[in-house]
């Protein structure tokens, strides 16, 4: 009579085979991946040339001392570049006469940037509009002022011809000549301050002035997305960049007495034609802020001619009857989400 301790031969083949079974599950089995943790994200906000300002830095980041940076960098391209201010570099070189003026190392940067687009621009972008702007009731004055007559328009210096820069000074043609780079100095202030969290070891951020946008590296490992606006409002498309700018142009933010603010230097009016807005990408905000002025001073047709002979990623949004429609330059596809 068999032992009845003893197992049943498929019972003796049975538990060794779960034991095995058990062995390889332990060694493969792998707990359900979790979701990485939100990266560290501190924020900045406030005030600055008139608009607001918004600063993203992830990672690692001491608040306190993030603050302090971009505050002393804005003040120092307010106090080199406003027109607002009296006494800020570009308005003492505004008062000055025809002799050469020494100037600071950043303004003369953004001078020579306004330079090569005043002259790929054909003109339309023009930093000596600014007695033009005054003009037309959109400058420091902050009034609204009668439609001037053509012996007024006609009398402005105009032409940035007029200003010469050599071994750090800038010489005026006439004393009249005065320079307004408020179409291009809230993008050198967004790369100012992008190149400070660079410089203190953050790779991955974004900031922003006044809707003017730069971003660098990622978030949470993924591309920046940023929204075009809609001049009705909301967001007309989104693109996703990498180390890049993106700036806008529009006259439906800044309307007086029913005229755009943008300034057409070569007829020495406002710009008429049925253009909303302009966006560009590109390397520095600086440059996409001064390409988008001078885009939407051209107008959808030329302006998309002259985008695409200078190799720009822009987008070009013009009322019609129905809405608005979308032009674009090919590059600029690539980059909408």
Not at 88 to 109: D, H, I, K
Not at 167 to 173: E, F, L, S
Not at 213 to 234: D, F, H, Q, Y
Not at 245 to 257: E, F, H, I, K, P
């Amino acid at each position: 009579m068999a032992d009845p301790r003893e197992l049943p031969p498929l019972r003796k083949l049975l538990l060794p085979g779960l034991f095995i079974a058990l062995l390889f599950g332990a060694l493969f089995w792998r707990r359900p991946a979790l979701p990485p943790p939100a990266p560290e994200l501190t924020e900045l906000t406030g005030q600055v040339f008139g608009t607001t300002f918004s600063i993203k830095v992830v990672g690692p980041a001491d608040g306190a001392a993030l603050a302090a940076l971009v505050d002393e960098r804005l003040s120092d391209v307010d106090a080199s570049m406003s027109t607002w201010k009296p006494d800020s570099e570009l308005s003492r070189l505004n008062a000055a006469g025809t002799e050469p003026f020494p100037v600071s190392a950043g303004l003369a940067e953004v001078l020579e940037l306004s330079a090569a687009v005043w002259s790929s621009s054909h003109g339309a972008f023009d930093p000596t509009v600014g007695p033009l702007v005054d003009l037309w009731g959109f400058g420091a004055a902050g009034r609204a002022l009668p439609e001037p007559d053509e012996e007024a328009l006609a009398a402005v210096v105009l032409g940035f011809d007029g200003v010469g820069l050599t071994a750090g000074a800038v010489t005026k043609a006439s004393p009249q000549v005065r320079i307004d780079l408020s179409a291009v100095a809230k993008g050198w202030a967004v790369d100012q301050v992008a190149n400070d969290l660079r410089a203190a070891g953050h790779r991955d951020y974004l900031v922003e002035i006044g809707g003017e946008v730069r971003v660098g590296g990622s978030k949470a490992g993924k591309l920046w997305t940023l929204g075009v606006e809609n001049p009705a409002g909301g967001v007309w498309t989104e693109v996703q960049l990498l180390d890049a700018a993106l700036a806008t142009s529009g006259d439906y933010r800044n309307v007086v007495n029913g005229r755009s603010h943008t300034i057409d230097p070569r007829t020495r009016r406002p710009v008429t034609h049925q253009l909303a807005s302009v966006s560009v990408v590109a390397d520095t905000c600086a440059e996409a802020d001064a390409w988008a002025t001078a885009l939407t001073v051209l107008g959808a047709d030329e302006g998309l001619r002259v985008a695409e002979a200078a190799g720009l990623d822009a987008l070009f949004l013009v009322r019609t009857d129905a809405g608005f429609e979308e032009r674009q330059t090919a590059s600029f596809g690539a980059l909408r989400r």
